[in-house]
């Protein structure tokens, strides 16, 4: 009886290895998750390596043209303004980490988030809000002229390079502030009591130690800002000072040169690239802080003149890059609500809406299966698909609009040229100037977006859940329905959010790619920012503004946790 049941037990256990061995099998089986990387990836390449193609078939003529015209200018102003924002960004974002991270003063709590609401202003709606309040004709210099009872000429002129500057540093300084608080945070009082005994005093030991340990992630911040600072559109627009995006712009709807308009955009493609390789060597090198939660010492208490001095300075930049900016939006808005707010303005927020909520399901649809591919094969090549398919958050969206443009234009050509072939029947454009090629390009643009969230909730979910799962039978779809997608809301949840803001605020993306007639948001305040009604650009700002905020609540909100 014992051998009968022993061997009985060992049948049942080699049933039981069989049902585990037989699952890899049906994961072989069916190989379509392995692919959806891959795809995806590709999907990412196309834009890119269409506007990078157009290096290796270039037009005399348009070079020509180019170099004689617009090139040297727009290489001198986008130099200008990466370097001065660039510096700005650190100079501010550092010092504002430091004192909130580090030291302790009153409001320190305060400071500590609320430096962080100016994300929520696209940097394009604090350009226009800048030139409505400090142009000629704006309050400031009629009250100075008012008050004074003579010429402002000493005033300096808003609409120069300096001023686009200090807009994108008041609107971009918090990524800067963001990483290097994370740096300062997991070193703390500890660096200054290893700079003190090696005989520096706070100041020294802040240049010679604390800045060098913390720079990794203060470069990383700076370098997402010169990424920003390419792709802007909005803002360079606004004050009309010419860099490669407006100039991809006009080269597409003033010059009707899309050819003029890939050679640009392949030079812009390059120097993303280059800024991303910079970024990736110092992202490298995070090896050398302290990250254990022991490392947090007592903080440093300010006294004396200090303590108002940093107050002040944190104060002042709170005050210009959020509370002003919004403020003044609110009374524009305010004062045009009655006479602008009719049918045609519901349906921007409508089409706004509708383009922010079908992007968001789209991007965390293939996001969802991006992630749960790579979990599933977890080998180097899928990884480095995913990678791949990241990357398009790098880019700007004027070049994403080309590069998708082009290859749907041929698509278009070719599938029109082929049913008049063989079924003699003219179908025109199919693809071109829809809400499929709006999808696709905002999707390519923010997976990233949404990837880190969902794929962080992925990783909370143990391997023996998986292994669980399987041995009830659940594999492929069953297993992501049932058992992966209710753990994985709350990180689908603020993916979501994160970008159905960030489509609400693209402006490039929805200006060249859009049907006709199908305007938004941020398209009606590119138009009356283009037209000097700061007024009429208000309300739709707001709107924005407020949508903004949702991303800005839910990182507070997990930071607290």
Not at 312 to 338: D, E
Not at 441 to 465: D, G
Not at 485 to 508: C, H, N, Q, R, S
Request: proline letters at 5%; aromatic letters at 14%.
């Amino acid at each position: 009886m014992k051998g009968e049941t022993f061997n009985g037990a060992t049948g049942d256990t080699a049933a039981q290895n069989t049902l585990f061995e037989q699952s890899p099998s049906r994961h072989r089986a069916f190989p379509g998750w392995r692919f959806v990387p891959f795809l995806v990836a590709a999907l990412v390449l196309v834009p890119v390596g269409t506007v990078i193609s157009s290096l290796f078939t270039p037009s005399g003529e348009i070079w020509q043209h180019l170099v004689e015209t617009t090139l040297p200018g727009l290489l001198v102003n986008t130099f200008w303004l990466i370097l001065g924002v660039a510096s700005g960004t650190a100079v501010i974002g550092v010092s504002l980490a430091w004192f909130t991270a580090v030291c302790e003063f009153p409001g320190r709590k305060f400071f500590s988030w609320a430096l962080l609401l100016p994300l929520a202003i696209p940097a394009y709606v604090t350009a226009f809000v800048a030139l409505g309040l400090f142009d000629y004709t704006g309050p400031v210099q009629t009250g100075l002229r008012e008050w004074l009872d003579s010429d402002v000429s000493w005033f300096p002129d808003i609409r120069g390079r300096a001023s686009v500057i200090i807009v994108m540093i008041l609107a971009f300084y918090p990524y800067v502030y963001l990483l290097a608080r994370n740096a300062f945070l997991t070193q703390g009082r500890r660096t200054l009591e290893a700079a003190q005994s090696l005989g520096f005093n706070r100041t020294q030991g802040f240049f010679k130690l604390a800045l060098p340990m913390g720079r990794p992630w203060i470069v990383g911040g700076v370098m997402l800002v010169v990424m920003e600072t390419l792709a802007d559109f909005g803002t360079v627009s606004v004050f009309n000072y010419d860099t490669f995006t407006t100039a991809i712009y006009k080269a597409w709807y003033a010059l009707f040169s899309l050819p003029a308009a890939s050679q640009l955009a392949s030079l812009l493609i390059m120097i993303v690239f280059a800024a991303m390789v910079l970024e990736q060597q110092f992202r490298s090198r995070m090896r050398y802080a302290e990250n254990r939660q022991s490392a947090r010492a007592a903080r440093v208490p300010l006294t004396g003149w200090h303590v108002w001095l940093v107050g002040c300075f944190a104060s002042a930049v709170l005050f210009f890059a959020f509370v002003l900016p919004v403020t003044q939006l609110v009374i524009w808005a305010a004062s045009v609500f009655a006479q602008d707010f009719n049918q045609r303005y519901l349906e921007f927020l409508w089409h706004s809406l509708l383009l922010s909520s079908f992007a968001a399901l789209l991007t965390c649809s293939v996001t969802l299966l991006v992630v749960y591919a790579a979990r599933r094969y977890p080998d180097p090549l899928t990884r480095t698909a995913v990678r791949i398919s990241t990357i398009g958050y790098a880019l700007p969206g004027a070049v994403l609009a080309v590069g998708i443009f082009i290859p749907i234009a041929w698509l278009d050509n070719w599938t029109s040229a082929m049913t008049l072939r063989l079924f003699n029947i003219e179908t025109g454009l199919i693809i071109q100037g829809t809400l499929f090629t709006m999808l696709i390009a905002y999707m390519t643009r923010f997976l990233a977006v949404s990837h880190s969230p969902i794929e962080s909730a992925m990783q909370r979910i143990t391997r023996s859940i998986d292994e669980a799962a399987t041995s009830l039978g659940l594999n492929g779809w069953a297993m992501l329905r049932r058992i992966h997608l209710p753990m994985l809301k709350g990180g689908i949840y603020t993916a979501a959010a994160l970008v159905f803001v960030d489509v609400m605020k693209e402006m490039p993306i929805t200006l060249m790619t859009r049907p006709f007639g199908w305007d938004t948001l941020a398209v009606r305040i590119f138009e009356m920012t283009s037209e000097g009604v700061w007024e009429q650009a208000a309300l739709p700002a707001v709107a924005l503004v407020l949508a903004g905020l949702v991303p800005i609540v839910l990182f507070v909100r997990q930071t607290e946790r």
